[in-house]
């Protein structure tokens, strides 16, 4: 019997794809907690300003615009410093790189074109290095992709690619096929979730707004909630906006199906041209899904950074 003994995983892949997935994941973070402080900041100083408008003791109101303008002035600072380090440059093509990386290393160790098991090994690691240096070469930035050391064939791949056509079968359906179905399947419904929490937290904050205009109306208080709670709504709409988490539910969901049909249609692959015709397809249908994002992040990239 058979065993999955070979299965890659993330410390057996190329030194280029763990180095520019963590550049990736860095960037990530990077981008998003500058995107937070700003966000916050920003409805600091609407909150401020807003009492600052309703105060009635001179001293309170100066201390309080005084408040908006430092909240004012430390979100221009965030975002000078997402202007200047473009750290979302890093996670979008970091991304592009690690992926890339990531499918021509699992078609190295399955032997699927453009490494096909007819190639000796010699030569087929050799294609291997080549086509990984151009794809940092082709790269949209200049980054190190080498912290994780200069290894780029690990001994997980070469074992793979020396075993029969079942072991390599078994182990592409789970360790790359169903891995990607269910990170993918897992990930739209996550994203959906967060989607409509979202937008339930914004409803909330309209229909709180809604009644603290009605209050003021009612000359029940002086305090323009209203402008703080606006602000609120902006920064979480802008929030959602740059998670996007409508899109990648669909684009994930949609991603999940598509590789469960092509394992599918995997029961009719018994030779090595078709193995390697199978393998193609699937990793067209998950490297879709990465040119599809890359492709939407980078347009509604824009200088007002998502309208936020």
Request: glycine letters at 6%; charged letters at 20%; aromatic letters at 8%.
């Amino acid at each position: 019997m058979t065993q999955i003994e070979h299965t890659l995983l993330a410390d057996d892949m190329p030194a280029v794809q763990r180095a520019a997935d963590l550049a990736s994941m860095d960037g990530q973070k990077s981008y998003l907690r500058w995107t937070r402080y700003r966000l916050y900041l920003v409805v600091g100083a609407a909150v401020a300003g807003a009492f600052a408008s309703s105060a009635v003791d001179g001293g309170s109101r100066k201390a309080l615009v005084i408040a908006s303008l430092i909240f004012f002035l430390l979100a221009l600072a965030a975002e000078i410093i997402l202007l200047s380090s473009r750290p979302e440059e890093t996670w979008y093509h970091g991304r592009a790189v690690a992926e890339s990386a990531k499918t021509l290393a699992w078609k190295f160790a399955v032997c699927a074109l453009p490494f096909p098991r007819s190639m000796p090994t010699s030569d087929a690691e050799r294609a291997l290095n080549r086509q990984l240096s151009d794809i940092v070469a082709e790269s949209s930035i200049l980054a190190d992709y080498s912290s994780t050391g200069s290894e780029q064939i690990s001994a997980k791949m070469r074992s793979l690619r020396n075993a029969d056509l079942g072991t390599r079968k078994k182990n592409y359906f789970t360790g790359r096929i169903e891995d990607q179905r269910r990170w993918y399947s897992e990930s739209a419904k996550r994203n959906g979730k967060r989607s409509l929490a979202w937008r339930c937290v914004l409803l909330g904050l309209e229909v709180l707004g809604a009644g603290c205009a009605l209050l003021v109306l009612a000359d029940f208080t002086t305090i323009d909630f209203g402008s703080g709670l606006a602000a609120g709504v902006a920064a979480g709409g802008a929030w959602i906006e740059v998670k996007q988490f409508d899109n990648l539910a669909a684009a994930y969901a949609l991603t999940a199906t598509e590789l469960a049909l092509v394992r599918s249609a995997a029961e009719q692959v018994n030779d090595e041209d078709a193995w390697s015709a199978f393998v193609n397809s699937a990793e067209q249908a998950i490297s879709r899904e990465h040119t599809m994002w890359l492709a939407r992040r980078v347009r509604n990239r824009m200088p007002g950074r998502n309208g936020t």
